[in-house]
């Protein structure tokens, strides 16, 4: 039995039931996270004490992490992966910065000036998770922009190891960035806190980071209550597109990579031909055996599909329907096939551009949306933690000009002190 199932050219009618996600059998998660962000909202520091011993095994108390602690995590850091840190930061840095433009001034008409100014969200907190897989590559990916956005304060919250600490790695790479409002807290609680704000834990306007789905839901209820999010999330995915150009065993390489987030990950491979995907199948069996996480990449290759197409074309609209996260196209001239991604996340183009380059080094950000929302959400960037803010300013002899559409329009929607506003002005 090949590692993932093979479909031929399946008609469009198929095609929504076949890209579908995989489901989430949550049962009574609403109302587990409902109960919990009501009980920090109500007892602050107490309840978030009571479900990290309660989730995270771990009484900590006091959840802000210190100096000495940033210091100790420096000290105990391989070399190497202090090295690999920093230039990951750069290369974010290089690629973000260029995303700082400012806006010209219009004139719109004599006497009528408009433009535009990015103003920096004051208040974020970032979610790092820290549980199976310690996501310090996400603390450079939501902080670095954070940092070049002008954010006043940044508040990071991520759970605590079984020893009570964080991991060294989200603590030097936290120092790195110079953010010293670091917590020891994870889960529902963690989304909780940063949202109403406990004793210790300042309340924010917006919150960005991944999560399991309790997070992910949380974040949901918490937008409802005016608490912005970056976006709504789900599982991670990857869907590739190769044809004969492509090298199997990369394909393979990058399938698993994302197989190995969790087992209700989900990737997808289309190609033309038949012979190639059943190289990619047996090229999965041979490198999954060499994977720590073989039991949660195997769930994950079961929510996978194979599809044999062999027009570009329609192999592009099936990837557009699909709206990934992640694309790779692995082809002949990608850069043309290019041209018709309409949805996807980010987008990886040639065989020496793996998924994994965008995850830690290239310069692009890693927090994209997911579960189809890549139909009308980006992923994370500068402008996700700034708010532009539009300013006019107006002569007399600009008003003038305008005056008497802006009476007519508000008189036709029976807003008659709209129409006063400029008419006393026009009379004086």
């Known amino acids: 039995m090949p590692m993932i ?170 120092k790195l960035l110079g953010f010293r409002k670091v917590f020891k807290v994870g889960g529902v609680q963690a989304i909780a806190a940063m949202a109403y704000g406990t004793a210790t834990i300042p309340s924010v306007y917006k919150i960005f980071g991944p999560g399991n789905q309790y997070v992910t839901h949380a974040k949901k209820l918490i937008q409802q209550e005016g608490i912005a999010i970056d976006m709504p999330a789900g599982p991670t995915e990857l869907a590739v597109y190769a044809d004969d150009t492509a090298i199997p065993d990369f394909v393979a390489a990058d399938l698993l990579s994302q197989c190995e987030h969790g087992g209700d990950s989900q990737v997808i491979l289309v190609t033309p031909s038949r012979l190639f995907a059943e190289k990619v199948n047996e090229s999965l069996e041979s490198h999954i055996e060499k994977l720590p996480r073989k039991s949660v990449a195997l769930q994950s290759l079961r929510n996978s599909k194979i599809f044999l197409i062999p027009d570009p074309g329609v192999a592009m609209d099936l990837l557009n329907e699909y709206a990934p996260e992640h694309l790779m196209l692995a082809c002949r001239d990608p850069q043309k096939l290019a041209l018709s991604v309409r949805n996807a996340g980010s987008v990886f183009l040639g065989n020496y551009a793996p998924e994994s380059a965008g995850d830690y080094a290239s310069g692009t950000n890693h927090t994209l949306p997911t579960n189809g929302f890549a139909r009308a959400y980006s992923g994370v960037s500068v402008d996700s933690f700034v708010k532009k803010i539009s300013f006019q300013e107006l002569t007399q002899e600009g008003l003038r000009s305008i005056a008497s559409t802006v009476v007519e329009m508000a008189m036709a929607e029976g807003l008659q002190g709209h129409a006063d506003s400029v008419s006393i002005r026009l009379k004086a």
């Open 5 to 174: 199932q093979i479909i031929e050219n399946p008609g469009k009618l198929y095609w929504q039931g076949l890209l579908a996600r995989p489901s989430d059998h949550a049962g009574n998660l609403d109302t587990a996270v409902r109960k919990i962000l009501e009980d920090v909202k109500i007892n602050g520091d107490q309840a978030v004490a009571s479900y990290s011993l309660q989730f995270d095994q771990v009484s900590i108390s006091d959840r802000l992490v210190l100096q000495n602690e940033f210091d100790e995590a420096e000290n105990e850091l391989d070399e190497n992966l202090k090295g690999a840190i920093r230039q990951s930061k750069k290369n974010i840095e290089t690629f973000h910065s260029k995303q700082i433009i400012p806006e010209p001034e219009v004139e719109i008409l004599t006497g009528i000036r408009c433009w535009r100014k990015s103003v920096a969200i004051e208040k974020i907190g970032l979610y790092i998770p820290g549980g199976t897989a310690p996501l310090f590559s996400t603390l450079l990916m939501l902080g670095v922009p954070a940092s070049l956005a002008g954010c006043e304060e940044i508040i990071v919250c991520s759970p605590p190891q079984k020893n009570g600490n964080l991991h060294p790695a989200i603590l030097y790479t936290a």
